[in-house]
């Protein structure tokens, strides 16, 4: 009975929640951190996707930090892409121009082509021939230069105002040991260019992070969460913060969810609201082991950016970098080290 009555006190929460867009006052706003306004592949929403243009667009509408997808080719060319697998569904679809907000979309070699193949299965040259974008509702590839990551470091060089840089790792668990040749680079390319911004390596795979850190455990890392479809009336279960606590990382990522979450947005502040209070908790308790930032993506929507401001998160990749820059002003965030 008393399971029951549980059962049923989580189900009128959410329902009563349902109705309420954001339930908080500024209160909890955390100004004493710094907040990362975080150009999700850069600005995608005026420029090609992880692309230099896009990157430079991003810094110039304020952000402090930048997120870039990580591919590796037949001939270990690390490049900013974002679709390791042309025929995965999330590729198709993007394919498509089903993927909301961006400008552009990804433009992959036809079927029987030869090269419509993973990204590890080709090499940069005929990755750069063959892949490319196409701007929506146009029909001609636009001829954007796809980057490898020593181009990025190179442009990087002089854009101190870079706090951090989120690599999104694209290499499955059936190819988990390629992260390794990736990081391999990422660490002699940091030696080579000492670069201001601090890197942060991102996957969902927990053998690829394993992995990873077991060759280059002074990263930073993120194990990113992602809510399940359906109903979730309980977001607790789904704490990022909890996810990073377990494996000692010091950045805590999760994804809004998509639509087939009932009520993706109030779950998600809920969750986001727990956690703050859990990070605030845990960062008290286990002073040597902080989580730095909670970080929500890819929050695009201006109402949804002021909410979770006022919940206490402390930064967000977003496709709308100048937006969240603007509500960052607006609540005399810290953008910058003092």
């Known amino acids: 009975m008393a399971s029951l009555k549980r059962r049923l006190l989580k189900y009128l929460i959410w329902f009563k929640e349902l109705f309420r867009f954001c339930p908080v006052s500024n209160s909890n706003v955390d100004r004493d951190n710094l907040f990362l306004i975080c150009g999700h ?10 692309t230099i243009p896009s990157l430079e667009r991003a810094v110039r509408e304020g952000a402090n930090s930048l997120e870039i ?11 900013l892409w974002h679709d390791w697998n042309p025929d995965d569904l999330t ?3 993007r394919e498509k121009g089903f993927e909301p907000e961006v400008a552009y979309k990804p433009d992959f070699p036809a079927p029987f082509s030869g ?46 105002q870079v706090q951090f840089v989120f690599l999104d790792i694209k290499v499955t668990k059936s190819e988990k040991e390629l992260v390794l040749t990736i990081l391999d680079q990422l660490d002699k390319l940091i030696k080579e260019f000492s670069p201001a911004s601090s890197f942060i390596i991102e996957t969902f795979i927990p053998d690829v992070l394993n992995i990873a850190k077991s060759k280059y455990p002074n990263f930073n890392y993120s194990l990113d969460v992602e809510i399940p479809p359906g109903f979730v009336f309980s977001p ?8 990073a606590a377990n494996n000692n990382n010091n950045i805590a990522l999760i994804l809004k969810p998509r ?43 201006k109402r949804e950016m002021e909410c979770l ?7 967000m990749q977003t496709d709308y970098p100048r937006r969240l820059k603007n509500l ?10 003092k």
């Not at 080709?122 to 892949?131: G, Y």
């Not at 607790?236 to 913060?241: A, D, G, M, N």
């Not at 998600?268 to 970080?295: E, G, M, T």
């Open 259 to 301: 639509q087939i979450t009932i009520g993706n947005w109030v779950t998600f502040r809920r969750l986001i609201k727990y956690d703050v209070r859990k990070r605030k908790s845990f960062n008290k308790n286990n002073p040597a082991a902080k989580i730095d930032f909670i970080i929500g993506c890819t929050i695009n929507d």
């Open 69 to 79: 997808d990580i591919c590796i080719t037949k001939d270990n060319e690390v490049i």
């Open 236 to 243: 607790k279960k789904h704490s990022t913060v909890k996810v």
């Open 91 to 93: 590729a198709l679809l």
């Open 309 to 315: 401001i006022k919940s206490g998160i402390n930064g």
């Open 328 to 337: 960052a002003n607006q609540y005399n965030l810290k953008t910058q080290p």
């Open 115 to 160: 090269y419509r193949n993973k990204i590890s299965e080709l090499t940069l040259q005929e990755m750069r021939t063959h892949f490319n974008y196409i701007k929506k509702g146009k029909s001609i590839p636009v001829n954007a230069h796809i980057p490898t990551l020593r181009e990025f470091f190179i442009w990087l060089n002089d854009k101190p």
């Open 41 to 50: 592949r850069g600005s995608p929403v005026n420029e090609p996707e992880n």
